[in-house]
Nanobody, 112 residues
């Protein structure tokens, strides 16, 4: 399975961006991780095929993940962006168990 991510860019503090990730096959879970310079990769948000969502505490109330099962696509709507949201964002997909896939990273830069 291949994951194709898009939607990164540069935005001012308080602005919004939407990331998209499309998988070449159906997966049971898809999510977004991010990695800032000098920091470990962290899970930002995830969604199961059944629609159950989870969020990192740092993005709750600001980010919304949604999915379109027919298109094998997930979206991450990011609002009220802060400088600390600056990172490379990676799409992740899990078929089951330890079988997971990664998309290429997309840079999100929030400038003041």
């Amino acid at each position: 399975v291949q994951l194709q991510a898009s939607g990164g860019g540069t935005v001012q503090t308080g602005g919004s961006l939407t990331l998209s990730c499309t998988a070449s096959g159906s997966l049971n879970f898809m999510g977004w991780y991010r990695q800032a310079p000098g920091k470990e990769r962290e899970l930002v948000a995830g969604i199961s095929r059944g629609g159950r969502t989870s969020y990192a505490d740092s993005v709750k109330g600001r980010f919304t993940i949604s999915g379109d099962n027919a298109k094998n696509t997930v979206y991450l709507q990011m609002n009220s962006l802060k400088s600390e949201d600056t990172a490379v964002y990676y799409c992740n997909g899990i078929l089951y168990g330890s079988i997971e896939y990664w998309g290429q990273g997309t840079q999100v830069t929030v400038s003041s």
